[in-house]
């Protein structure tokens, strides 16, 4: 399922509702891979549409247990009745080509962050510290960026990738 969009969105959201001092909850990716009109279900879509989708229309996601990953793109479930759901107030989206400290400031000051990128070279991963790729104009996936580390000899960044088990 090409459903990184969803997960990167959704894993910020998370990330803010913790930071406001509520517990860490698990939203649906689903309910956003399913809901989200404007984009394409597992065969892709746009980070901003749909944070745009969710600030337009309000609507709260709901925990993962009530609407549970599936892999596939289905039927829109609409949870009028649930005791619990988050919505998001806005959100802002910014090019951070050839601004890493920018967005490192981003990063410190408002927590985790939805990106696109182009992980072209990340399909043959196999450990360590992807060096010397960086294209800030082929985005073909979306992560969420959890932190950085600039202490060691080769900086880095700290991504949760959707890919894997």
């Not at 901003?48 to 989708?53: G, I, T």
């Not at 549970?68 to 951070?96: E, N, P, R, W």
């Not at 202490?151 to 088990?165: A, F, L």
Request: include cysteine; charged fraction near 15%.
């Amino acid at each position: 399922c090409g459903g990184c969009w969803a997960f990167s969105i959704v894993g910020g959201i998370e990330s803010a509702y913790a930071i406001k001092g509520n517990n860490l909850e698990e939203l649906s990716v689903q309910q956003v891979i399913d809901c989200s009109y404007n984009n394409y279900g597992c065969s892709g879509g746009s980070t901003v549409s749909a944070l745009s989708w969710l600030n337009q229309t309000k609507v709260k996601l709901v925990r993962d247990s009530e609407y549970t990953f599936k892999a596939q793109t289905g039927l829109c479930h609409y949870f009028g009745h649930s005791d619990f759901g988050v919505s998001i107030t806005g959100f802002a989206a910014y090019d951070f080509s050839g601004q890493e400290e920018e967005m490192m400031r981003m990063l410190v000051d408002s927590g985790p962050l939805a990106v696109t990128v182009d992980a072209v070279s990340w399909q043959d991963y196999l450990g360590g510290i992807i060096q010397y790729h960086c294209s800030s104009g082929r985005a073909n996936h979306a992560v969420l960026i959890t932190g950085f580390d600039l202490t060691g000899v080769i900086p880095y960044w700290i991504v949760q990738n959707s890919w894997g088990p």
